[in-house]
Each structure stands twice: as C-alpha cells, then as structure tokens.
C-alpha cells in the first residue's frame, strides 16, 4: 500500500523486541493511531530523538490490511518541545496531557479540533503561557467538550438555582452535573465540594473561546478545586487510573 502522511503528537512509546519500538500517535487526519518502528532503538538517522513523547512530528507510514498496527516508515521532527522535558512540573503536565488523549479517544476517530486543542496546549506550555496547572485545566475542559462530556455547571440538577445564600454545591460524576445542599442534605460518595467562584470559572472556559482563555486567573484555592474535580471525573468515565495525575504536586 502507498505511503501515507500526516502531522502527529507522540502519545505513548514501548520498546518491542530488541530493536523496535511500538509508538502511538495522535494525527490531524487520522486520530490515534498504533505504529510499528522497525529499527527504531537502533536507527541513527532515520528516528533518532524524534520518537520522544509529545514531539510533534510529520509522519509517514505505510497502513496495514491485516492489522491495526501499521508501519512507520519515516518521522520528520517539527517541534521537540525542548523546554518540557528541561522542567519537572512541565514535563508531567505535558505526559498529561497525552495521557489523556490517550485514554480518551479512539484509535482512527479523528478530530481536527482535538488535535489542535493539543498542539495548542503543548505550545502554551513550552513557552511559559500561564502557569502548567491552568493549562491542564483549560485543555481538559475543553477536551470534555469536544468529546461530549461537557459537565453541567448551570446549577442544581435538582432545582436549577445557582449561587443561593449560604448554599452549598457539590460535583457529583454520577449525575454529571452539580447538586445544591438544600437539595441533598447529605453528600453522596465521590462527589466533590465546590465553589462559586470555581463553578463561575470553570464555566467562563467552557464559554470563552481558546484565544482569549488567557485572561482567566484561578487562585490558587479555584486551581486545587478544578484539579481534583477534573481528576475525579475521569476516573469515574474512564474507569481507569490516569497515571499521571499521580505525579501532578
């Protein structure tokens, strides 16, 4: 079959035997895809330092018709991102990042808007746009709703009101939505106190457009709110641990 070409972040990279190594990517034409590189761990031309986790790349590969893994045949670097592997909190808010495209998306289900919600991120990572927590947290809502899963921050799910006096609201995963104390008296397991003003915040993102999410600032109480409250959620969707939320201090 005939060369094909697109532009990729690395996602994920395992070694294969003793000179391969078995790479996913998230392309702009294709989505997340499984690639074979023959030689790789070996290669001193062809893939050497381009096969590192979030470089974006242009790739060529050859599709299989037998199987889902397919053959990289040739990776052309355009952006290694140098500044997020010099720094701790960058280089895990970045593994992040990919882990979650990872985990969230199917393999051949593209999304143009996904792909460069990523780059974007990555981007505004590696040149200090804002602190690495607000980024994951700018992403991550914006990914929930390309991907379907905006939660609902309107208001109670029971009684629609938002920021009554005194009252107190809750994030509950199973509902997707948010639920008020006069509503439920009692908390129920795995939801997640919140704020006014991290609800107002969160859903300021989800309204505003990519460009100007910059002018958003959390505090740092809105950023440990939204943090644990992005974390919980996937977790509950998923039904997986994301491993690098782990290592995010």
């Known amino acids: 079959m005939s060369l094909q070409q697109s532009l990729a972040i690395v996602l994920q990279v395992k070694d294969h035997g003793d000179s391969d190594k078995i790479v996913t990517l998230y392309t702009l034409e294709h989505g ?5 590189a023959k030689g790789a761990k070996r290669s001193k031309k062809r893939f050497v330092n381009k096969l590192e986790l979030f470089s974006l790349l242009v790739i060529h590969f050859v599709p299989s018709r037998h ?7 040739q990776a052309d670097l355009q952006d290694p991102f140098p500044r997020l592997r010099e720094n701790y909190e960058l280089y ?5 990042l990919c882990e979650l495209v990872l985990h969230w998306t199917r393999e051949h289900d593209s ?12 981007e505004g990572l590696s040149t200090a746009r804002g602190g690495a927590k607000r980024t994951i947290i700018f992403f991550h ?8 899963y905006r939660p609902d921050l309107t208001g109670c799910l029971d009684c629609r009101v938002l920021g009554a006096p005194g009252v107190l609201y809750r994030f509950s995963p199973l509902r997707n939505g948010l639920v008020c104390s ?3 008296l009692q908390a129920t397991a795995n939801s997640q106190p ?4 991290t609800i107002q915040l969160l859903r300021r993102v989800q309204d505003m457009e990519q ?36 290592f995010l201090g």
Do not use: P
């Open 111 to 122: 999304d143009e808007v996904l792909f460069r919600l990523l780059v974007w991120a990555l």
């Open 182 to 184: 006069r509503c439920e």
């Open 92 to 96: 895990i808010a970045a593994s992040l």
């Open 141 to 148: 809502v914006k990914m929930l709703d390309i991907l379907g």
């Open 32 to 36: 997340k895809i499984v690639l074979i």
């Open 67 to 73: 199987s889902s893994l397919m053959r990289l045949d």
């Open 194 to 197: 919140l704020s006014i003003q």
């Open 211 to 246: 460009g100007k999410l910059e002018r958003l600032h959390f505090s740092l109480a809105a950023t440990r709110e939204a943090i644990a409250l992005l974390k919980r959620y996937d977790n509950h969707l998923l039904q997986r641990e994301v491993q690098s939320w782990g």
